[in-house]
């Protein structure tokens, strides 16, 4: 699989790398535990063990997705600006997003309803599981649908539309807080942590919006270089020393519904995008001269190609590496990090996982495939937002209900959300 001669294949490789390290945290994180060698429920990684969310510095590449994303689909944005098309644009993003989707939720209504007869027993320990990954397609549409507003914040403000939306969730952190006097503030974090959201929950769309803004402001040139990115690089530590300083939780990922910096957002998050915008530009040099090398650039266009089927499909991987580890006896559960033989049963767990997840997007890709690949989306506006609605509803009941009956309400709302999204008479 060849990449196109006039494709950025940069972009391309952050999104592959970034992808692997989503599909390969999960596994990480995802803690099987087994009495009398039966599964029984599953920990994650940061609930048992505090040092890990320092890793979540890294692991944490959300932004770094959103800021390439916003950098490749600019100009295609503007394009459709231009011809009063911005509508269709993200109705065809929508439904690129339904229809595959729609297979994923296919898989676990079947899954649901085999275990009806079966006991279901693993499916209960993964039910959530296998669903909670979907926020991200929620959380990308949102952004995605807001890309012609800050196409136009930057047209107008450059690189204060940046600047601004920090400030603004910088003062939702501080009214969550309630850090009115000086004192308060130097104890931000702490306030934050120990507080309920509130109107802080705005910050679940402008913290996001901040990649987005740095990645278009990229794309258009406003800033770039070895240099920039070094910049970045120590905002980015100063920034995250300071709000560690101040009492925000360490850990970037959220395990519970609270006292982290995820559900909604916080300032302390920000700190990883400056981290990975200024990797982005520190290391462009040294990627663009490996890049140019031809084997990599193939395999960085299957991974591009794979990323949908395997961000989708890699959580339900899960399931029967966990069966295979009961049936083969495997150290699948090695206790808490530290003790003897965690990290080689960490090593097996992913092993298994890999094991899996190779043949099931395989199988995945190939029914794709056969499928009509370019069906063309609606082109009005009132069609795109039922459409739209129908996918959110879709996502948000798996995302909350779990697979049961999460997935049965949302292969419905999905599969009407690419039915409505497409236009007539395709696909």
């Known amino acids: 699989m060849a990449q196109s001669p006039d494709r950025d294949p940069y972009p391309d490789a952050l999104r592959a790398c970034a992808l692997l390290v989503v599909v390969l ?18 920990d994650h990684l940061l609930g048992i063990w505090d040092a890990a969310g320092v890793l979540t510095w890294l692991v944490q590449v959300v932004p770094l997705f959103v800021f390439v994303s916003a950098a490749v689909s600019a100009g295609s944005v503007e394009r459709r600006l231009r011809d009063g098309r911005q509508a269709q644009w993200w109705a065809a993003r929508a439904l690129g997003l339904a229809r595959p989707t729609v297979t994923y939720m296919a898989a676990l209504v079947l899954l649901a309803a085999l275990s009806l007869f079966t006991g279901g027993r693993l499916l209960a320990v993964f039910n959530q599981s296998l669903t909670i990954h979907l926020w991200f397609l929620l959380m990308l549409l949102t952004v995605q649908a807001l890309l012609p ?37 130097r104890w931000l974090g702490r306030g934050v942590a120990d507080s309920a959201a509130g109107i802080a929950w705005i910050n679940m769309l402008l913290v996001w919006l901040v990649p987005q803004q740095l990645g278009i402001a990229w794309k258009r040139g406003r800033f770039g270089g070895v240099r920039a990115g070094v910049g970045l690089l120590l905002l980015g530590a100063a920034w995250l ?25 916080t300032l302390a998050l920000v700190g ?33 190609a ?43 767990w992913i092993g298994l996982c890999l094991l899996v997840v190779a043949p099931l997007v395989a199988l995945v890709v190939r029914f794709e495939l056969r499928r009509t690949r370019q069906v063309p ?21 798996a995302l909350v209900w779990g697979v049961w009956p999460g997935a049965v309400v949302g292969l419905a709302c999905v599969a009407l959300a690419s039915r409505q999204l497409r236009r007539r008479g395709n696909g």
């Open 377 to 397: 989306a609606v082109e009005d506006l009132w069609e795109t937002l039922a459409g739209g609605l129908a996918l959110y509803l879709g996502l948000a009941s």
């Open 306 to 348: 794979l990323g949908m089927p395997l961000y989708l499909w890699h959580k339900l991987a899960e399931l029967p590496a966990a069966w295979l580890g009961e049936r083969l006896g495997l150290p699948i559960d090695a206790g808490s990090p530290g003790e003897p033989g965690f990290w080689v049963g960490r090593l097996g």
């Open 241 to 265: 020393a300071l709000a560690m300083a101040s009492g925000y939780p360490v850990a970037m990922v959220g395990v519970a519904l609270a006292g982290n910096n995820m559900l909604p957002p």
């Open 25 to 42: 945290g999960h596994w990480v994180a995802t803690l099987p535990r087994l009495v009398d060698g039966r599964l029984v429920e599953t």
């Open 149 to 185: 507003w800050c196409l136009r914040l930057d047209a107008r403000f450059g690189l204060r539309a940046v600047l601004g939306l920090v400030a603004v969730a910088a003062v939702l952190d501080v009214v969550r807080a309630q850090a009115w006097t000086p004192q308060a503030l």
């Open 272 to 304: 990883v995008m400056w981290l990975q915008a200024g990797a982005v530009l520190a290391f462009e040099p040294l990627a663009r001269r490996l890049l140019a090398r031809r084997a990599l650039g193939r395999l960085i266009a299957v991974l591009g």
